[in-house]
């Protein structure tokens, strides 16, 4: 590992941290990888545990290099990181996420030979107590052949931020990650480098332990999804598109606009607002019939205590 402010590292590790739960194992995971030249860079996000956080942290502040802001988001953060960074090449990891031992290696060679390349993405092995755990990203989200703007629209390639390489300058270039679209700022970046014509590679190999849990699986989904969209009309706004990228992204914009709904729907109905509920189901039904949307509809008109439990019949 390079010693901070010796020498200047082959790549640096930048991890956002809010949650100190896991990141002494993020941390670890990064400092046994069998490749040594690189720094870790952790930036404090504003986390509301910060004094537990440091205290994690202490034994590792000689290996690391820590900076703290207030909180303004996970691609606020990363920002910091690059900024900070002395490495050409970035890798990002979440702070609850671990690189395989081989990580490093595989990726930091990989770029290094491939000049043409700006970023590889690498496939995930699920963990953490969801019902994804021992599958990998790649089972769900297909990379097949050549990464492209069209293929990334269309789901065809779905680039993974967790353990992704990417050149600094490449980054700096593009203006960073957009703070207005957190928590698809990655997706965002992966389309922004391809439209300024840079080229994206992946890796079938499970390199990165993808933890999910409560916190990521649920609770943040309607941001999630509402961030989604706000990508896309991003898209929309300032790429001048293809008519097959166009309806790639079109048929996106409505599958995201589906999620959202569904889930203000379901908010509707934990606050007991049956009117908003049923606002947002007949949208969702209007885009995409189904047999559970009616009767989801049916029971709001009729006796709304009952939608709850029709919409538990089975998982979405």
Known sequence: ??????????????IPAWSPKFIAQTIDSVLTQSFQDFEIVVVNDGSPETETLERVLAPFLPRIRYFV??????AVARNTGIHDARAPLIVNLDNDDLLE???LAAQVEFIQQHPEIDARYVN????????LDGTHWMDHNPSDGDVSLLSVLAGRTCPANPGSIVR???LLNL????????????????LRILYSGGKIAYCRKPLVRYRLHGGNLSSRRAYYMESAVRVVEKVEA??????????????????AM?????????????????????????YCRLQAPSMKLRAVLLALRAAPWLAGEILRLRRD
Do not use: C
């Open 1 to 14: 590992m390079s010693i901070v402010g010796v020498s200047t590292p082959a790549v640096t590790v930048v």
């Open 69 to 74: 802001q207030k909180n303004a988001g996970g």
């Open 101 to 103: 031992p081989g990580h």
């Open 124 to 131: 995930l092995l699920y963990f953490g107590g969801s019902d």
């Open 168 to 170: 600094r300058d490449t």
């Open 175 to 190: 203006g960073l990650y957009d703070p207005a679209v957190d928590s698809w700022d990655d997706f965002d970046m992966w």
């Open 238 to 255: 300032n790429m001048r598109l293809t008519a097959e990228e166009t309806a790639a992204l079109a048929a996106r914009k409505r599958s």
């Open 258 to 282: 589906f999620d959202v709904e569904i889930l203000r729907g379901k908010s509707a109905l934990q606050r007991r607002d049956w009117s908003e509920a049923i606002r947002h189901f007949e």
